[in-house]
């Protein structure tokens, strides 16, 4: 089997995929299959409505699918907003069609959650390669003025045309692009707590994301050009991969996501936007976490581990107390005043506990750092393929200040209790040297 049809066998949800050019033919056949003789109804915007959304429509009607009236978002600013959760639910409360998202992002978390408050499954025609959410367990939605991530069931069955997907705009394809590089630092991040014990490496949904990562995203070029099928395929297929490596390995989004994603919850949570007064898209935030991340990897990999005084840091190790006082004082006055404590509980250990680790990671570091040198990017490299396709290299290139960023990283520490090359920094004492790598004189992203 290959790896799609391994990760389809192991998924939890989405039980089919038709993914290549051409394939949206088959969409009618697929259906039936899935969904035998329930009623369709199709979820769309304007642009995804006249993209493809017609298409799929007519196709389902020549092959008898009986449909009802399709919904279409017109709005022309739409984001994937609570009010139209609300919406969507009052249509589909008053159906029992199978709704069939046709989009991305916005449209396919809004139908998900929807489908899933209405107690049934949906498939989705994927419209763009800019995100890999596609077959997550979980929708990303604005509420009371926070992104936040609900969970929620999978599609059941997913459409990627390649030929369809080729058409979307070139940030669209660059966002997603950038969120599948995410998966190498992500990948460094498992490799890290599973060297120290804290969280084993699960060889099946490590594997469905990572065996085929460096190939779909080595050959940016053929990306930035967006007329390549093989290399859009590709990618969409890696997208795709880390939702199913997510079923496989319910326990949380670790195979998809570290640090890297850190940064973007944060910026999600404290309602950033850019100057123009939107924010960055999930895949652009990504691109700056994941570049920090990198640094802090390669910054690791520079140290002399065997030189690191585990009880310098033991000692300066402060108690429970002490670091949920500190959490809450890190995020009063936010809407989320005590995450941070509640994360940083979680993951917690004792001075005896971090002796213990600090040890580990120096005894087991020649062959934990032979492992990372494996599955990580030199950051250069990765400022270059992300350049080469369009997706943000710089804080300012998303409008984020230098120095919010640099304040952000003990913040994005606090608000996930996963283990992550942040909390490696915290706890060898090296975090504040890293960031003086990154933002100090001489560092890629010197700040003044």
Same mark, same amino acid.
């Given at each position: 089997?290959?790896?799609?049809?391994?990760?389809?066998? @192991?998924?939890?949800?989405?039980?089919?995929?038709?993914?290549?050019?051409?394939?949206?033919?088959?969409?009618?056949?697929?259906?039936?299959?899935?969904?035998?003789?329930?009623?369709?109804?199709?979820?769309?915007?304007?642009?995804?409505?006249?993209?493809?959304?017609?298409?799929?429509?007519?196709?389902?009607?020549?092959?008898?699918?009986?449909?009802?009236?399709?919904?279409?978002?017109?709005?022309?600013?739409?984001?994937?907003?609570?009010?139209?959760?609300?919406?969507?639910?009052?249509?589909?409360?008053?159906?029992?069609?199978?709704?069939?998202?046709?989009?991305?992002?916005?449209?396919?978390?809004?139908?998900?959650?929807?489908?899933?408050?209405?107690?049934?499954?949906?498939?989705?025609?994927?419209?763009?390669?800019?995100?890999?959410?596609?077959?997550?367990?979980?929708?990303?939605?604005?509420?009371?003025?926070?992104?936040?991530?609900?969970?929620?069931?999978?599609?059941?069955?997913?459409?990627?045309?390649?030929?369809?997907?080729?058409?979307?705009?070139?940030?669209?394809?660059?966002?997603?692009?950038?969120?599948?590089?995410?998966?190498?630092?992500?990948?460094?991040?498992?490799?890290?707590?599973?060297?120290?014990?804290?969280?084993?490496?699960?060889?099946?949904?490590?594997?469905?994301?990572?065996?085929?990562?460096?190939?779909?995203?080595?050959?940016?070029?053929?990306?930035?050009?967006? @007329?390549?099928?093989?290399?859009?395929?590709?990618?969409?297929?890696?997208?795709?991969?880390?939702?199913?490596?997510?079923?496989?390995?319910?326990?949380?989004?670790?195979?998809?996501?570290?640090?890297?994603?850190?940064?973007?919850?944060?910026?999600?949570?404290?309602?950033?936007?850019?100057?123009?007064?939107?924010?960055?898209?999930?895949?652009?935030?990504?691109?700056?976490?994941?570049?920090?991340?990198?640094?802090?990897?390669?910054?690791?990999?520079?140290?002399?581990?065997?030189?690191?005084?585990?009880?310098?840091?033991?000692?300066?190790?402060?108690?429970?107390?002490?670091?949920?006082?500190?959490?809450?004082?890190?995020?009063?006055?936010?809407?989320?005043?005590?995450?941070?404590?509640?994360?940083?509980?979680?993951?917690?250990?004792?001075?005896?506990?971090?002796?213990?680790?600090?040890?580990?990671?120096?005894?087991?570091?020649?062959?934990?750092?032979?492992?990372?040198?494996?599955?990580?990017?030199?950051?250069?490299?990765?400022?270059?393929?992300?350049?080469?396709?369009?997706?943000?290299?710089?804080?300012?290139?998303?409008?984020?200040?230098?120095?919010?960023?640099?304040?952000?990283?003990?913040?994005?520490?606090?608000?996930?209790?996963?283990?992550?090359?942040?909390?490696?920094?915290?706890?060898?004492?090296?975090?504040?040297?890293?960031?003086?790598?990154?933002?100090?004189?001489?560092?890629?992203?010197?700040?003044?």
């Amino acid at each position: 089997m290959n790896r799609v049809e391994i990760a389809l066998k @192991n998924a939890s949800q989405t039980k089919a995929l038709l993914l290549g050019a051409g394939v949206v033919a088959g969409v009618a056949t697929l259906y039936k299959e899935q969904f035998a003789d329930h009623k369709a109804k199709i979820i769309a915007d304007k642009t995804t409505w006249d993209i493809a959304g017609k298409r799929v429509s007519q196709l389902l009607s020549d092959a008898g699918v009986e449909q009802e009236e399709p919904y279409i978002f017109d709005e022309p600013e739409f984001h994937a907003e609570w009010k139209y959760i609300e919406r969507l639910d009052a249509v589909l409360k008053e159906s029992k069609a199978i709704p069939i998202a046709v989009g991305s992002g916005t449209i396919n978390d809004l139908t998900k959650l929807c489908s899933f408050h209405n107690e049934r499954r949906y498939m989705v025609v994927a419209t763009a390669a800019s995100m890999d959410g596609y077959v997550a367990f979980g929708a990303s939605i604005t509420k009371d003025g926070n992104k936040q991530t609900f969970p929620c069931t999978a599609p059941q069955a997913v459409v990627a045309d390649t030929d369809i997907i080729s058409t979307a705009p070139s940030h669209m394809t660059a966002s997603g692009y950038a969120d599948l590089f995410a998966k190498v630092p992500a990948g460094a991040d498992w490799i890290l707590a599973d060297a120290l014990d804290i969280e084993p490496i699960d060889p099946l949904s490590f594997g469905i994301v990572q065996d085929g990562l460096a190939d779909a995203l080595g050959n940016p070029e053929a990306i930035a050009r967006n @007329n390549d099928p093989k290399a859009l395929e590709k990618l969409i297929e890696g997208l795709l991969l880390g939702g199913f490596a997510m079923q496989a390995y319910p326990k949380s989004s670790r195979p998809a996501s570290g640090a890297d994603h850190q940064f973007s919850h944060l910026l999600n949570m404290e309602n950033f936007v850019m100057h123009n007064g939107e924010a960055p898209s999930h895949g652009f935030q990504v691109s700056i976490g994941t570049l920090v991340s990198l640094s802090f990897h390669q910054s690791l990999l520079n140290t002399d581990v065997a030189a690191i005084d585990v009880e310098r840091c033991v000692q300066a190790w402060p108690s429970l107390e002490e670091q949920e006082a500190y959490a809450l004082k890190l995020y009063e006055g936010t809407d989320f005043p005590t995450l941070g404590a509640r994360e940083i509980k979680a993951k917690y250990v004792d001075r005896d506990g971090l002796r213990a680790e600090l040890n580990k990671l120096k005894e087991r570091w020649p062959e934990t750092r032979a492992r990372l040198q494996k599955q990580l990017v030199p950051v250069e490299e990765a400022v270059r393929r992300l350049h080469t396709v369009g997706a943000p290299v710089k804080p300012e290139d998303i409008d984020l200040p230098r120095k919010r960023l640099r304040d952000s990283i003990i913040r994005a520490q606090h608000i996930r209790r996963r283990y992550t090359i942040l909390d490696v920094g915290v706890r060898t004492c090296l975090l504040e040297q890293w960031k003086e790598d990154l933002f100090g004189k001489g560092g890629m992203w010197e700040t003044n």
